[in-house]
Nanobody, 119 residues
Framework: QVQLVESGGGLVQAGGSLRLSCAAS????????MGWYRQAPGKQRELVAC???????NYADSVEGRFTISRDNAKNTVYLQMNSLKAEDTAVYYCGADPRPRLTNFGSWGQGTQVTVSS
């Protein structure tokens, strides 16, 4: 099993920046993809960004050019640098890890961290 612990959420003004971190522990050898989903109140869960073990990335159109996902395999940690934040980025952000080259419902998930962007 993989355990994931997120950090870095908070309150920020529109146009500001935040960096989320997610540290994995446990069966880390099984991890391929790591990344982030988000869910805002009353909305469906949305894939934000994902990165594979070899560095292949994938972003939602809504964050392309503003968010950057990166990964330190030595530290088993994935980061999400969020710049030019908008009110519509407000959501709970969940870190995920999966043995597949993409995040699926069959992977492991963190508890979530709240990101609130004030306009």
């Amino acid at each position: 099993q993989v355990q994931l612990v997120e950090s870095g959420g908070g309150l920020v003004q529109a146009g500001g920046s935040l960096r989320l971190s997610c540290a994995a522990s446990g069966s880390i050898f099984s991890i391929n993809a790591m990344g982030w989903y988000r869910q805002a109140p009353g909305k469906q869960r949305e894939l934000v960004a994902c990165i594979t073990r070899v560095g292949t990335t994938n972003y939602a159109d809504s964050v392309e050019g503003r968010f950057t996902i990166s990964r330190d395999n030595a530290k088993n940690t994935v980061y999400l640098q969020m710049n030019s934040l908008k009110a519509e980025d407000t959501a709970v952000y969940y870190c995920g890890a999966d043995p597949r080259p993409r995040l699926t419902n069959f992977g492991s998930w963190g508890q979530g961290t709240q990101v609130t962007v004030s306009s």
